[in-house]
């Protein structure tokens, strides 16, 4: 089970805007950042849809969490 202090803290670096989602365009910054720069829009699209409860092509914080918690 993962720390959910940390895993806030990681939420809300990834979340560059912090409105409270993470895009796919967010996600593959983060992952560039990290220094994974083969990541495309388009394969952070498909991280994201598999970790997307709603199906609204966002993820929420809940929604990392549950990811973190498998």
């Known amino acids: 089970m ?5 895993a806030r803290k ?7 805007d912090g409105d409270g ?3 796919a365009a967010e996600f593959k910054t983060a992952l560039a950042q990290e220094g ?3 990541v495309t829009e ?9 970790r997307d409860l709603d199906g609204d092509k966002l993820l929420s914080f809940d929604e990392f969490w549950a990811h973190l918690n498998k």
Do not use: Q, Y
């Not at 993962?2 to 940390?6: F, N, S």
């Not at 990681?10 to 560059?16: H, M, N, V």
């Not at 388009?42 to 598999?50: C, N």
């Open 42 to 50: 388009s394969v952070a699209e498909v991280l994201i849809s598999a």
């Open 21 to 23: 989602f993470i895009t």
């Open 2 to 6: 993962a720390d959910i202090e940390v």
């Open 10 to 16: 990681e939420f809300k670096r990834i979340d560059a």
């Open 36 to 38: 994974d720069w083969n």
